[in-house]
């Protein structure tokens, strides 16, 4: 039976494009929305930060570096945040009602930079119990790590929790777990497998 239902944060309770912000950045800087792209990935920045390794400040200042701009602070963050759009995916009423019957917990690679601006902006995260982040714990999916941080936040055992994420290979690291795990496909798609692990919707 399932006891706790385990989300993905991006492309599963809202909407993701990271070229969005690679094209304010792109112009801003003066290159192009590929330039800007290749330039962060082989970086590897992006992981940095998501796994907790360095402070918001640091990663302003090292990416605008990398990109040869020099915003404010404040310029940077909303460039970083912009890659958020369209609203969220999964309402927050269906959320909601689940949370009535079951205990939640937001499980999902992201960054200090990130989830603190969109916490206050995103009404759903408020009918979580817990919350996994990988930029808290120093851990990204699919990482045994952070599914264990989640399962001992869950309060129930692996195959007791529900978890749906966009990605993959994330859902494979949740299933080597023992976590029920299903590709999130869309809110119609998501209802009918939470209804077929017995989950009342």
Same mark, same amino acid.
């Given at each position: 039976m399932v006891k706790a239902l385990l =989300?993905?944060?991006?492309?599963?309770?809202?909407?993701?494009? +990271?070229?969005? &912000?690679?094209?304010?950045?792109?112009?801003?800087?003066?290159l192009t929305l590929e330039e800007v792209r290749d330039r962060l990935q082989a970086s590897r920045l992006g992981y940095a930060f998501e796994s907790g390794l360095m402070p918001s400040s640091e990663f302003a200042s090292r990416v605008s570096e990398l990109?040869?701009?020099?915003?404010? =602070?404040?310029?940077?963050?909303?460039?970083?945040?912009?890659? +958020?759009?369209? &609203?969220p995916l999964v309402p927050e009423e269906f959320i909601a009602g689940l949370h009535d019957r079951y205990r939640l917990v937001l499980l999902s690679n992201t960054n200090a930079l990130h989830y603190e601006m969109l916490e206050p902006r995103l009404p759903v995260l408020k009918h979580f119990d817990a919350f996994t982040l990988s930029y808290k714990l120093g851990s990204q999916k699919p990482a045994p790590a952070i599914y264990r941080d989640a399962i001992v936040k869950a309060g129930c055992e692996p195959g007791e929790c529900f978890y749906t994420d966009d990605v993959a290979e994330y859902i494979d690291g949740a299933r080597a777990a023992?976590?029920?795990?299903?590709?999130?496909?869309?809110?119609?798609?998501?209802?009918?497998?939470?209804?077929?692990?017995?989950v009342v919707v």
């Open positions: =989300f993905d944060l991006g492309r599963v309770l809202v909407n993701v494009d +990271f070229d969005m &912000g690679y094209s304010r950045m792109a112009a801003l800087s003066g990109m040869g701009v020099s915003p404010s =602070f404040e310029e940077f963050a909303e460039i970083w945040y912009s890659v +958020f759009h369209e &609203g023992g976590i029920q795990a299903v590709q999130f496909r869309g809110l119609g798609r998501l209802g009918a497998d939470l209804r077929a692990a017995g």
